[in-house]
């Protein structure tokens, strides 16, 4: 999931005439528009009998006529496969990219952040399940955005970047894909904040149009996700691949969930993947966990542990480690590697200084990895 | 009269949750064969007993005679009790200041939704038998668009009002019972005190049987992450919730026409007329009747059963089992009348 949009927020960014719309997240009486509109999918397999088979996601869905894949957002009829969600967009803000998080691209930039509603996964402590867990004709406030307005209202609002977030982008494929082929011929760039829940072929194909990804990798182990996800490990890992393979900027966060999958091994174990797999640049944000949705019971993280995390991580290697969701400026300052220096000091979402020359530390000239203009 | 706690105790034992506790005492080989009766004196309701009503001249192409419907639900009622009475039967289940909401299935479209004959029939009857005012019959399904195109009567002058969740909201949090958590119409959570539910009499490409169970997946915002593992156990965790499992009081199976492959959706090859009309208080034993005649129909077109294969409802076995206690899965344990008319 993307990061927490607010819907105070979103009401003050409309108040303020800040981006000409809204968001419009709950489960209430909302228009039913949203799902009359429909737009073809990409990537299913019509298998006869009405029935289809949906290519986009790891679920591969076989869903029958009238019926909806398990993201909510496609449909069946009468044996073709449509979504629901292109031109319908559910949550719309002008956010540091900061907050997404992606620490090592266009730091102190803003990121115009959109979402439709839908998710391939149902995680029990999802922050924005009003969004992601409902159907699109259960979204108040649902905004017609054909993807030729979005550049538009990037430059308006000095957003240099278009993020897919907040629910889950892969379902709305087709719209991200046309935003973001739109984006780039206006010069801005797109980010995709995702669960990594997508298959090899439409991830190679988006990635072309994609400048930065983020992916949230809730845990190492197929229990975790079955239990508490609705999905699996494995093809998220491959998907963290292939985007390092494709030559993508990749950022990776890792929930710190209490007792489910703070372990010492469990967070060795990521480390270790994550070097041996796309190497220790790669930057890595342990988030702290507050409870919400259906996993209530739980306390929030403790700071000790997202310091044990971030001892093992430095310990195992990698080079960018981040606390997320924690007070300071530390947790969330890049430092050099190799002199130790602060080279982008932070304060939560506030960038406060940029000590780099061209992408490295201007104290000791270690390159220090991302997509910095 | 007794205390509003008292009645659900008593003549609620109609209803879903005593309705399992007595489907527990069958299966341990006690006999249990009626609710009791109620402070009101009202006959008991036998809740082992699924009554199926066939009057095929109800069925003519596309039209349904509102009167044989009527007549159809009105005798199958009367075969619920051993006086053969339906207004006792309505008098035993429903409370005249009840909140009846009741769920009819509109997601195929027009051709093979719950028909409006069988909710106007349901609502008459209330009213007749129950003094149920039509304010407080409320007809719902997911949607309002799918109501009106299933030709619900939404002009406020009916005999029942006609609401789509969409047009009154869900929950605001979700509710999980067991692996199902979800938010519910608040038509049923926070507006009815009793449910009747509507199914259409149709297989399920993924479930093998869209019936009485599954028909409340349309009753909650998320039914998409409920189909893994062929809707099993979800579609029974979502009748455990309270507000389900503890308003439930009839089934009233439209069975007019009946599609015995190739469902959820309307498939005009596979869909045959079959006038019939279907009443059980035990929504898992209409489940199993209702399977029973699925299957039937697909011997008779030279299909190969559902049971046996990966798509066959295994969440009937759960329903019943001593966990969930939703009602009786036991062939052998439910009392079947069939009744011919026309």
């Not at chain 2, 009626?34 to 006959?43: E, Q």
């Not at chain 2, 002058?157 to 692996?179: F, I, L, Q």
């Not at chain 2, 979502?238 to 026409?257: E, M, Q, S, T, W």
Request: charged share 20%; proline share 6%; hydrophobic share 40%.
């Amino acid at each position: 999931m993307g990061q927490e949009l607010s819907r105070r927020e979103a009401l003050r960014l409309l108040a303020a005439g800040a981006v000409g719309a809204a968001c419009g997240a709950m489960l209430g009486a909302g228009p039913s528009e949203a799902a009359a509109a429909a737009h073809e999918a990409s990537f299913y397999d019509q298998l006869g009998g009405s029935k289809i088979r949906c290519r986009l996601c790891p679920k591969e869905c076989v869903v029958g006529d009238r019926e909806r894949g398990f993201c909510g957002v496609r449909e069946n009829r009468g044996g073709r496969y449509y979504t629901l969600v292109h031109g319908q967009c559910a949550a719309l803000n002008v956010d540091p990219i900061e907050k997404k998080p992606l620490f090592h691209f266009l730091p102190g930039s803003t990121a115009l952040s959109m979402a439709t509603a839908g998710c391939n996964m149902d995680c029990k402590n999802c922050q924005n399940w009003e969004i992601s867990q409902s159907r699109p004709e259960q979204i108040r406030d649902v905004m017609a955005l054909q993807p030729s307005q979005f550049p538009g209202m990037a430059k308006r609002q000095g957003a240099r970047s278009i993020a897919y977030t907040y629910s889950e982008p892969v379902v709305f494929y087709e719209y991200m894909l046309d935003i973001a082929r739109a984006a780039r011929a206006a010069g801005i760039r797109s980010v995709m904040i995702s669960n990594g829940y997508i298959r090899a072929e439409p991830m190679t194909r988006l990635a072309g149009a994609l400048d930065a990804i983020k992916i949230d990798l809730k845990a190492m182990s197929d229990q975790f996700y079955k239990t508490y996800c609705v999905g699996t490990v494995g093809p998220v890992l491959d998907t963290i691949r292939l985007i390092k393979r494709l030559g993508k900027w990749l950022e990776i966060v890792y929930l710190v969930v209490p007792t489910l999958n703070d372990s010492e091994t469990a967070i060795r174990q990521l480390c270790t993947w994550i070097k041996a797999n796309v190497g220790t640049e790669v930057p890595l944000h342990f988030s702290r966990f507050h409870p919400q949705y259906q996993m209530k019971s739980l306390p929030p993280t403790p700071y000790e542990t997202l310091e044990r995390c971030r001892r093992i991580a430095r310990a195992t290697g990698l080079s960018f480690v981040y606390l997320g969701n924690v007070p300071g400026e530390a947790p969330v300052t890049t430092w050099c590697p190799r002199c130790g220096k602060a080279v982008v000091r932070r304060n939560g979402f506030q960038v406060l200084e940029v000590s780099l020359r061209n992408g490295a530390c201007k104290y000791c000239s270690r390159a220090i990895p991302g997509v910095w203009a | 009269m007794g205390s509003r706690r008292r009645f659900l105790q008593v003549v609620g034992g109609a209803g879903l949750a005593l309705a399992g506790c007595r489907a527990r005492e069958r299966e341990t080989g006690a006999a249990a064969q009626s609710t009791p009766t109620s402070a009101t004196s009202a006959p008991p309701v036998q809740s082992d007993r699924v009554v199926i009503v066939r009057d095929p001249s109800a069925v003519r192409g596309t039209t349904i005679s509102a009167d044989k419907v009527a007549a159809m639900v009105d005798r199958a009622m009367a075969e619920l009790t051993p006086a053969a009475q339906a207004k006792a039967a309505w008098e035993a289940l429903f409370r005249p200041d009840d909140v009846v909401a009741v769920k009819v299935n509109c997601l195929a479209g027009p051709p093979l939704s719950s028909h409006p004959e069988v909710a106007t029939a349901v609502a008459r009857a209330l009213a007749e038998h129950v003094g149920t005012r039509p304010a407080n019959i409320l007809v719902y399904d997911r949607d309002g668009g799918e109501l009106q195109a299933a030709g619900f009567d939404r002009s406020g002058g009916a005999a029942y009002v006609c609401r789509g969740t969409d047009e009154v909201g869900y929950d605001a949090e979700p509710t999980t019972v067991g692996s199902a958590g979800s938010c519910y119409s608040r038509i049923i959570s926070e507006q009815a005190t009793a449910l009747v539910n509507v199914p259409v009499l149709k297989d399920h490409d993924l479930a093998g049987l869209s019936g009485a169970l599954k028909n409340h997946f349309g009753s909650i915002h998320n039914p998409n992450k409920l189909h893994t593992d062929h809707c099993t156990p979800y579609v029974v965790d979502v009748n455990c919730a309270p507000f389900i499992k503890d308003k439930h009081r009839l089934v009233v199976y439209d069975g007019l026409l009946a599609c015995y492959d190739g469902g959820p959706g309307y498939k005009p090859t596979t869909t045959v007329p079959y006038g019939a009309i279907m009443v059980a208080v035990d929504p898992v034993a209409a489940d199993v009747v209702a399977f029973e005649i699925i299957e039937r129909l697909r011997k008779e077109h030279g299909l190969p059963p559902i049971a046996g294969s990966e798509r066959e409802p295994k969440y009937l076995r759960v329903a019943a089992d001593a966990e969930h206690g939703l009602g009786t899965g036991d062939r052998n344990r439910i009392d079947v009348r069939e009744i011919a008319l026309g």
